[in-house]
């Protein structure tokens, strides 16, 4: 199995910027895939965000220019640094680990940004 621990979610207002956190209990060269999706009650999750082992991401539209995705793999770390964020961007932040088969999640975290 695969754990992945997320931090740094939290509350920033609007234009503001915050640095999700995931760290898996794995080396992440052997994750395929590692990604963001975020989620609020009633509606669908949504991939925000994914990177490769080899490096090549993929964004979602509504956060391009805005997010980068990045990884640390000294630390077996995957970050979401959110810049000028949006209300539109409030959701829970789930990270996802792909490897083979399988698919991990973290337990979420929730990132508010106020209208």
């Known amino acids: 199995q695969v754990q992945l621990v997320e931090s740094g979610g939290g509350l920033v207002q609007a234009g503001g910027s915050l640095r999700l956190s995931c760290r898996a209990s794995v080396s992440i060269f052997s994750i395929n895939v590692m990604g963001w999706y975020r989620q609020n009650p009633g509606k669908q999750r949504e991939l925000v965000a994914a990177?490769?082992?080899?490096?090549?991401?993929n964004y979602a539209d509504s956060v391009k220019g805005r997010f980068t995705i990045s990884r640390d793999n000294a630390k077996n770390t995957v970050y979401l640094q959110m810049n000028s964020l949006k209300p539109e961007d409030t959701g829970v932040y789930y990270c996802?680990?792909?490897?083979?088969?399988?698919?991990?999640w973290g337990q979420g975290t929730q990132v508010t940004v106020p209208s």
């Open positions: 996802n680990a792909a490897r083979m088969i399988s698919n991990y």
């Open positions: 990177i490769t082992s080899g490096g090549s991401t």
